[in-house]
């Protein structure tokens, strides 16, 4: 059925759920797992008044650092609930401004053939303020998209 399963993961207790349940769906179809972690690509803040905005002096090298310090640390977390279920997963950080769009290069670029992920739910105003990754997803996608809650 399925050879390689894709999840994406941002840290939450429940995209860890996420984590589990596609690690114990590729353990069940002796498939290979990769964990995904999206970052923002740098860009820097704004600031002024209202005739107009310069950009602040941040260096683009410390967001990287920081970012990819943090992507690290949520893959290992992933990683260590992979291998508590005597697993092993490959790691990927992409970067992109929509995560949605990185989860499905990703998914292409590892020739995976389901994604696993986690919808935090969100509906009325704050789905319509905020969004939803897992739907942008779901639209966009031709994979097949396994939703955990």
Do not use: Q
Request: glycine share 8%; net charge positive.
């Amino acid at each position: 059925m399925y050879k390689h399963v894709l999840v994406p993961t941002d840290g939450s207790k429940l995209s860890l759920k996420a984590v589990k349940t596609g690690a114990k769906l590729a353990g069940a179809l002796g498939a290979k797992l990769t964990l995904v972690h999206v970052v923002a690509p740098y860009m820097p803040p704004l600031y002024g008044d209202p005739i107009g905005y310069a950009p602040m002096v941040l260096d683009p090298k410390e967001y990287k650092v920081n970012v990819e310090r943090n992507a690290k640390r949520v893959l290992a977390e992933g990683a260590r609930a992979v291998a508590a279920l005597g697993m092993t997963c490959s790691e990927v950080i992409a970067t992109d401004e929509h995560p949605w769009e990185a989860v499905l290069k990703t998914a292409r670029g590892k020739k995976c053939d389901v994604i696993v992920m986690a919808s935090h739910g969100r509906r009325g105003l704050a789905g319509v303020l905020l969004g939803s990754e897992t739907t942008k997803l779901l639209t966009h996608s031709t994979i097949p998209v396994l939703v955990c809650r």
